[in-house]
């Protein structure tokens, strides 16, 4: 492909329009109130979100795929096989619920409650987000009572601790 483009003397060109598409992009983002960027930030996040989630999906298929094809399941080695590959999946779905945070999180406590169906690997390893909470950088508490309310927390409480002890859901806390 590159050597198409090359050979098209076109590479200068390709080169340019990319940078004007890029500098056009920071000057639109600058330029964009502070809402208006924490939104195009989290569209941003969207799209990772959904791309390290179809990665993690597309690796536990293929996992169970290769761990398991040329195996019969009457096979003495079967069952411990299966129970591999069942705990490698559940490392990774707890791997991507903490990386993507959020719903992510809730949705891998969810499955925590699904003891009955899923593999006991699932649930016994999913566990861990019973008390996993998101972790904030340094600054972005302030940032969002600033965008809110228009002041920072320590102008509206006399104290208020920014690190979080635990995930909980808004029924949880009402």
Request: charged letters at 20%.
């Amino acid at each position: 492909m590159f050597n198409y483009f090359k050979q098209r003397g076109r590479l200068k060109e390709i080169a340019i329009f990319g940078l004007c598409v890029t500098g056009l992009s920071g000057v639109t983002y600058g330029s964009l109130n502070k809402q208006r960027q924490r939104s195009v930030i989290t569209h941003l996040g969207g799209i990772k979100r959904f791309i390290r989630s179809s990665y993690t999906v597309a690796v536990i298929s293929f996992d169970y795929w290769w761990s398991l094809r040329d195996i019969d399941e009457d096979s003495e080695y079967y069952p411990s096989i299966l129970a591999s590959v069942h705990q490698r999946s559940a490392n990774r779905i707890l791997s991507m619920c903490l990386t993507n945070g959020g719903l992510y999180i809730k949705l891998g406590q969810g499955m925590v409650s699904l003891d009955h169906v899923l593999p006991r690997q699932y649930p016994h390893t999913l566990r861990a987000l019973q008390d996993k909470c998101l972790l904030r950088e340094k600054g972005e508490v302030d940032q969002l009572f600033l965008e809110d309310f228009g002041c920072t927390h320590s102008q509206l409480f006399r104290s208020f601790d920014e690190n979080p002890i635990a995930a909980a859901s808004l029924a949880q806390v009402c």
